[in-house]
């Protein structure tokens, strides 16, 4: 109501202007598309990008500073080289693609740029994504102001100074500094033998992000503001893509850590090393088992009570009752009112495979859903149930656990 007031209140205004002015009134023309960079300037910009290429696969900070628009681009890039040795990336490379509007007055501009990167010894084939590159050109040179922002994905290491820390089997990055970094690591160090103890042919390469906020995590994978807020980690392809063979890594949202305890850090963090191990960022697995499975695994050593590890569902059962069926997407999505007591449903509906058939039952049904085999022929080959079977043996427990 406020912005209908609003706009009724400007057009009383203008009615009021018409009727007591003698001036004709003249519309004003729409604007036109907004203008490209001129060729000259495009060329440059794709040449900077070329040029900001080399400097980082010759970790050349000096050459990277000279590309820069102004001080603090310059600070920026000559971070992005000292990540790029840090994290050992290889296969770099940047392609000027598009600009996405017209220079300003000050002759600035942003574009798409195709950026490829991999970490090598962690990742086994590059990322490849469009990154949004800032521009200025000031008598005929194009110099680079910023990278990241817009409707692209920011990768972290390219949006500023990371800490890294590297062992074996883990890195971290991390933009909050060398703490933050050693907290983030010794969890990485710390789920790896909790996802091994269940999965044993995992050969652990668990690249962990942590952005300095909720914000930037958004920021980091191209989401709408507050997306991420409320979730402690993610684990997704690097560059946004659906491929199998797509780089995953997990990102942490520190400030959702922050308010963990030390049993709650290691179980989210577990969880999400759970995904990386199985492909689930681009597996087929049903939502339910393929979050059950994960909690699973993060909580099988874990000595809580069920009012602890399921006190939201507990609390959604006694007041509405066991859910009908088992949760879907869209009781899975991120924004949802009751996220938590889904993902505690989705755990006890494992937790009731587990009792029926055992651990290498769950982890071989898991196994054969991911490789695009029907959950129901599966349950019956190795739990002797239905689909049917397991919802109502799901749904007893639930009130069980509510009683």
Request: include cysteine; charged fraction near 20%; hydrophobic fraction near 50%.
């Given at each position: 109501?406020?912005g ?21 009134y ?13 060729a000259?300037g495009a ?21 990277a ?14 971070a ?29 501009w ?6 490829t ?46 800490a ?20 983030f ?8 033998p909790?996802?091994?103890a ?9 690249v ?11 920021r980091?994978?191209?989401a ?15 560059d946004?893509?659906?491929?199998d ?17 030390a049993?709650?850090a290691?179980?989210?963090m ?17 939502l ?19 009012r ?9 059962v ?12 869209a009781?899975f ?14 755990w ?17 049904l ?38």
């Amino acid at each position: 109501m406020a912005g209908l007031s609003a706009f009724l209140a400007l057009l009383a205004g203008v009615v009021a202007w018409l009727v007591l002015t003698d001036d004709p009134y003249v519309a004003t023309a729409p604007p036109g598309p907004a203008p490209r960079p001129e060729a000259a300037g495009a060329a440059g910009a794709a040449g900077a990008v070329r040029a900001l290429q080399e400097a980082v696969r010759e970790r050349d900070p000096d050459a990277a500073a000279a590309l820069a628009g102004d001080a603090d681009a310059g600070s920026l890039l000559t971070a992005v080289v000292a990540n790029a040795a840090e994290l050992r990336v290889a296969d770099f490379s940047l392609r000027y693609v598009d600009a996405d509007a017209g220079p300003t007055r000050a002759g600035a501009w942003t574009a798409s740029v195709a950026t490829t990167w991999r970490f090598a010894g962690m990742d086994a084939t590059p990322a490849s994504a469009e990154v949004r590159f800032g521009f200025v050109q000031d008598d005929g040179e194009v110099r680079i102001t910023t990278i990241g922002g817009g409707a692209h994905r920011t990768p972290l290491w390219l949006a500023g100074p990371v800490a890294v820390r590297r062992t074996p089997q883990t890195l971290v990055l991390a933009a909050g500094g060398a703490p933050v970094a050693r907290r983030f690591e010794r969890l990485a160090l710390e789920a790896v033998p909790v996802v091994s103890a269940v999965l044993s042919r995992w050969r652990p390469a668990l690249v962990l992000e942590v952005p300095r906020s909720a914000a930037e995590l958004d920021r980091a994978l191209a989401a709408e503001p507050g997306t991420y807020s409320a979730i402690a980690a993610v684990t997704t392809t690097v560059d946004g893509s659906v491929d199998d063979d797509a780089p995953v890594h997990v990102l942490a949202n520190p400030e959702e850590f922050a308010s963990l305890g030390a049993v709650g850090a290691r179980v989210v963090m577990s969880h999400e090393v759970t995904h990386l191990a199985t492909g689930g960022a681009t597996s087929p697995v049903p939502l339910w088992l393929l979050e059950g499975f994960a909690d699973h695994v993060a909580l099988r050593d874990v000595d809580l009570p069920l009012r602890r590890t399921a006190a939201q569902v507990i609390r959604q059962v006694r007041r509405d009752g066991p859910p009908a069926a088992l949760p879907g997407a869209a009781e899975f999505d991120v924004g949802g009112p009751h996220l938590g007591a889904v993902y505690e449903s989705a755990w006890l509906a494992c937790t009731v495979l587990v009792e029926r058939g055992g651990e290498d039952a769950l982890v071989e049904l898991y196994e054969r859903a991911d490789r695009g085999e029907p959950v129901g022929e599966a349950l019956t080959d190795l739990f002797g149930w239905s689909e049917a079977d397991l919802v109502a043996a799901w749904r007893d427990r639930l009130r069980e656990v509510a009683s």
